[in-house]
């Protein structure tokens, strides 16, 4: 069911209430396309508000509101977003001003209130696109500018993290209590023959190309079943473990470029697969979702850039990276974990590269499972692209792990 107009305008007058304007007017802009926002509504408004001191201002917000055939059947999927701003990134901020930090990890869009009980989840945030910021081509592969300044970003938000366990490991501890993996939560029955039917065709065309080593790999995870491979890493939670954005492909982005192709600011956008564990899961799942073979030529340089960022950003809060997280840690979490961005990539791949029109309508969605069975039936429409991109993965995949 849709998200009514009468329901957003209320949400945004709960909103605007929350950040004390004593009058405000809104105007519905319009809405996203369906390939932007698969499990939730995007809805954009302009609000123009005055503050109590009488100072006049012009707000754009975004309206993100869950889908209400969705929410009952995995309703942490949506409270583990609302529990990112609302908790999670405010203790961060303080955390890191407390540790005198001038450059802080604020790479996310202001979130004017999340509200929700057992129907809904809604969340009010500023409309970043109104500010400058714009969605990088859902289907191209990220270059390297663009993959560094995300790395950058990740390395500072996971630094945050470690430092924080380090100087306050019971104040961590508290905030991340009973902080499942929701990823785990999401494998139904229908993603879980989903996943194996989109593996089992990875078999099939890494052998037509005549790898027998591609193959063989492949071959193995579906024997075990790509849905088992993926559960045994996310329940796996290492001491060097960190809070995740969970969800890093295209759409999941925005940039600000001020005049130039070279990106100069990135906005982290859905946190709903938010989770705690090793750095490596949210490093492979960008990579392998966003690169083509001729960025996954430049691997060690930005795994580099990454890890050069969190240990500056580490050692900026007080902690030291050598104790904590070396690089060669790193390295070993990337042969340990790194799997699980080549499955889901598998899982992924025909929805990051579909046409739009390709993508059905999910209000008409009965529940979870027929919501999963039409996310993953859309079809692949790039067959070329769809087989350079998961061959160049796969490769590398196997590449690293036996170097």
């Known amino acids: 069911m849709e998200t009514t107009d009468q329901e957003i305008e209320t949400y945004i007058k709960d909103a605007m209430d929350h950040q004390h304007f004593s009058k405000y007017a809104i105007a519905l802009t319009g809405e996203s396309e369906n390939s932007d926002g698969f499990a939730s509504h995007i809805n954009f408004a302009t609000v123009s508000a005055t503050t109590e001191e009488g100072i006049e201002k012009t707000i754009e917000v975004v309206v993100k509101s869950s889908r209400k055939n969705l929410i009952q059947a995995n309703p942490s999927l949506y409270g583990r977003e609302a529990y990112i701003y609302e908790t999670i990134l405010p203790a961060f901020t303080k955390f890191q001003m407390q540790n005198d930090i001038k450059d802080i990890f604020d790479s996310v869009p202001k979130c004017y209130k999340t509200m929700s009980d057992d129907t809904m ?22 270059d390297l500018n663009h993959l560094k300044l995300i790395l950058r970003e990740y390395g500072k938000f996971h630094a945050i993290s470690f430092a924080f366990r380090d100087k306050d490991r019971s104040g961590f ?3 991340v209590t009973n902080f499942d993996d929701v990823m785990i939560q999401y494998f139904v029955e229908s993603l879980r023959k989903t996943i194996n039917g989109y593996m089992a065709k990875a078999c099939d065309i890494v052998k037509e190309v005549g790898d027998k080593k591609l193959y063989e790999t492949c071959y193995k995870v579906l024997q075990k079943g790509a849905d088992v491979a993926a559960i045994e890493i996310m329940k796996i939670v290492e001491p060097e473990s960190a809070m995740l954005h969970g969800d890093g492909w295209n759409n999941n982005f925005v940039y600000k470029y001020e005049g130039s192709k070279v990106p100069s600011k990135v906005a982290i956008l859905d946190w709903q697969l938010a989770r705690l564990h090793s750095p490596a899961l949210d490093i492979s799942y960008l990579i392998y979702a966003t690169c ?12 580099e850039t990454y890890y050069s960022s969190f240990s500056t950003f580490l050692t900026e809060l007080g902690s030291d990276p050598e104790k904590l997280f070396p690089y060669s840690t790193l390295q070993k979490h990337w042969k340990k974990y790194s799997l699980f961005g080549v499955l889901t990539l598998v899982a992924y791949l025909h929805l990051i590269l579909c046409d739009d029109e390709e993508v059905p309508d999910f209000d008409e969605c009965d529940d979870q499972a027929d919501y999963t069975e039409k996310l993953m039936a859309i079809k692949i429409t790039e067959e ?8 160049a993965a796969i490769s590398h995949y196997c590449s690293y792990i036996d170097s």
């Open 121 to 142: 989840e809604v969340l009010v945030m500023e409309n970043l696109k109104k500010n400058g910021y714009d969605l990088y081509d859902r289907k191209r592969p990220l």
């Open 173 to 175: 501890e508290k905030l």
């Open 292 to 303: 083509s073979e001729e960025e996954l030529k430049h691997f060690d340089e930005l795994l």
């Open 384 to 391: 070329s692209e769809y087989r350079k991109r998961l061959i």
